[in-house]
């Protein structure tokens, strides 16, 4: 029976608290959360609150409740140095140091490390640390993406489009971001079909998780500002429908060349979770960006599909044998719609706004599983906070009844709340093949 620490309090811990708390090991549950989960709580032996910076808090935690190792979830405590701080107490860890989490944490730590190892999947860049040479390049480049370099919460990237059309307004964002952080990156806008692809690594050997296509847009149609993601969906034969074996193949073998160019750079095996975001695009397979964790909402479509025991699955990855452990995953279909404060993603002076603290009712969700992000259970009820407040997820054997049920799990919740009925639906799927469609006629 294994004492297991998680830290994050989002629903991707959730999902992970189920994962961890099914295996046939029967492990005790220690979570360390920033704000209570109700969901985690129930799963866990016992809960701590506390700030992700406070890695003592963590550490003490761990060593007092004599934990085996640690899970860690969001992005936030590996760049505080969690696993280090884990590391240095004796205590292994699920989840990169600070020095390898910069593989999220520095979008232009990657790119470099792509350029530097000949990796294949770059797009051209450059990094700004002042405004001298901006507007150079950005002539040269026919569209353009500026992106802070540091953690954003997945919003800080700007696209030439949709946040702004003119390359005025580009320079204009690049002083604005120059202000906040020390560098900028801007890079050349590809345009194709995304898709994330989440990877296990033990330093050594990487092992694909079914691809899952997620959708940041705040409104029906791929419409509004971008979000955390508001829904995402995964397909029964561990394809999507718009994807080729060969393209999961390909961003395979680009993560299997990062994990081992990262170790070569830095002299550090990672061990946890590699997450590409892709894009299949007229001259080939792009990589956008790459995450340190699993995603959010993305965790919540291939967890509940995992087959192999998912505690021995984390052993393996500390103590580098992935690849004596088969992986396996059920082959069904699922679809997560998240349900959202109806002013979430809205100016702070629009109506909806005060939904953002609102309480809310769950009625019969039939078969559809929930996972609770952020909210606050308080002895009068349910309240959603600042952000994304329930992920609801449908599995199936088939994507059709997949998202049937979750879009009827969405409707038993009461309250203030909006969500994206059109996530897994063959109207919003039928465009992207189409899409896909007209991109693969100019592939070289």
């Known amino acids: ?55 003592e808090a963590i550490v003490d935690l761990a060593r007092s409740r004599e934990v085996d190792f640690a899970v860690i979830g969001p992005e936030d405590p590996l ?71 540091g953690l954003t919460g997945g919003k800080g990237v700007m696209v030439q489009g949709d946040h702004f059309h003119a390359k005025e307004e580009a320079l204009a964002i690049c002083r604005r971001m120059l202000e906040e952080h020390e560098r900028v990156i801007v890079e050349e806008k590809v345009v194709g079909e995304e898709f994330s692809l989440q990877c296990l690594c033990d330093g050594e050997h990487v092992v694909a998780t079914p691809p899952v296509q997620d959708h940041k847009r705040r409104f029906v149609d791929d419409k509004g500002p971008n979000t955390g993601g508001m829904g995402s969906y995964s397909c029964a034969d561990h394809l999507l429908p718009f994807l080729r074996r060969e393209d999961i193949m390909a961003g395979l073998e680009i993560t299997r060349l990062v994990a081992a160019a990262i170790r070569r750079e830095t002299g550090e095996s990672y061990r946890g979770i590699m997450y590409g975001g892709f894009m299949i695009t007229s001259a080939g397979l792009r990589l956008l960006e790459y995450n340190a964790r699993l995603g959010d909402p993305e965790a919540m479509n291939i967890l509940p599909l995992l087959e192999t025991d998912f505690v ?41 706004s005060q939904s953002i603290a609102a309480r809310i009712e769950v009625g019969d969700t039939g078969g559809a599983r929930l996972y609770y992000s952020s909210v606050d259970q308080r002895e009068d009820g349910l309240y959603m906070t600042t952000s994304r407040a329930i992920g609801v997820v449908g599995i199936a054997p088939d994507l059709e009844e997949a998202e049937a049920m979750a879009e009827r799990a969405v409707t038993a919740v009461k309250g203030p709340v909006a969500h994206r009925p059109d996530i897994g639906t063959s109207a919003l799927i039928d465009k992207r093949i189409r899409h896909m469609a007209e991109i693969r006629k100019n592939l070289p």
Do not use: W
């Open 79 to 149: 760049h505080s140095g969690v696993v280090d701080a884990l590391q240095t107490a004796g205590i292994p860890a699920v989840g990169p140091s600070r020095s390898l989490a910069r593989l999220e944490t520095s979008k232009a730590f990657t790119r470099g490390l792509l350029e530097k190892y000949g990796i294949p999947g770059n797009v051209a860049f450059r990094v700004f640390t002042s405004m001298t040479g901006v507007e150079e390049f950005l002539a040269g480049l026919r569209e353009a993406v500026v992106k802070p370099d």
């Open 1 to 55: 029976m294994p004492n297991i620490l998680l830290v994050g309090n989002g629903a991707r811990e959730h999902v992970l608290a189920e994962t961890l708390a099914r295996s046939p090991q029967r492990p005790r549950l220690f979570a360390y959360m920033k704000a209570n989960n109700p969901g985690i709580a129930d799963l866990s032996h016992e809960t701590r609150l506390g700030g992700y910076g406070d890695t």
């Open 312 to 352: 021995a699955l984390c052993g393996a990855i500390i103590h580098g044998a992935l690849d004596r452990l088969p992986v396996s995953f059920s082959p069904q279909a699922t679809v997560c719609k998240y349900i959202v404060p109806k002013g979430y993603g809205l100016p702070k002076d629009h109506p909806d």
